[in-house]
């Protein structure tokens, strides 16, 4: 069983209406196949490798959003950290079969996000390859407050990147981004070590557009896969474009889910 760094991301699953549709939407995107889990989910593999699991929503009030997981060596001082670093924890720690435990935990922005301590499953056996999680980063409106809950809680060394090229808010000319990366402790914080990332919400978007964590997904055609989406019937919120990594987009599942592709850099 591959480990992961203490605070890295480790897995990533999404809550949907109906399995069975988003087992054929993100079949057909990605190329994966499932298998059945112990409940009402599936786990999703490319080349037979986990990269994420799909799971039926057990309540209609749940959202339709993907979630994504932070490894942790001890889960009960991490949701201690949560608490006295301000946010608020959803789910205390809770044993998930002989797979590990999990707890589920928002920051002072109200962006919610998971925990993970391994048991027989380390997370991920797939990443930063076409068909798999390849980046994380929250959006919030409360940078002040949420930049030093990250770094308490998890322990990260953070960069600014304030000017990055990166998307435009709709109906904007907006092509830059105040974003904050995420390395981990004992790193040189910088791109060849970050991990995630913060971005912020700025007033060119909806009031209504909660803090929220969107993760990315590595393809081998970010075009591609784009007009894929919309065949399939769902919706492209950020079209293609360029940024310094390579080429993404922002994109929403046909029971609307958000989600990103990055199609990396040659370099």
Known sequence: ??????????????????????????????GWTFRAGEGPWADALSDGRLVAALAAKKDGRMPTAWGVHFATDDIAASVARVRAAGGQVITEPVPAGHYGVLAQAADPGGAVFGLW??????????????????????????????????????????????????????????????????????????????VGGRSVITDAFPAEMPSHFLSYFAVADCDASAATVERLGGRITTPPLDIPYG????????QGAEFAVLQPSLS
């Open 247 to 254: 080429r993404m987009a922002v994109l929403h599942d046909d």
């Open 1 to 30: 069983m591959a480990a992961f760094a203490q605070s890295a991301p480790c897995w990533v699953d999404v809550q949907l209406p109906d399995l069975e549709a988003g087992k054929r939407f993100y079949g057909e995107l990605f």
């Open 117 to 194: 301590q391994a048991g027989e499953r380390a997370g991920f056996q797939k990443q930063n390859e076409p068909g798999s999680f390849c980046w994380t980063e929250v959006h919030t409106r409360v940078k002040d407050r949420v930049d030093p809950f990250y770094e308490e809680v998890f322990g990260f060394r953070s960069a600014d990147a304030d000017d990055e090229p990166g998307a435009a808010a709709p109906g904007t000319d907006e092509t830059h981004v105040d974003f904050r990366i995420w390395s981990p402790a004992g790193t040189e914080p910088g791109p060849g070590t970050a």
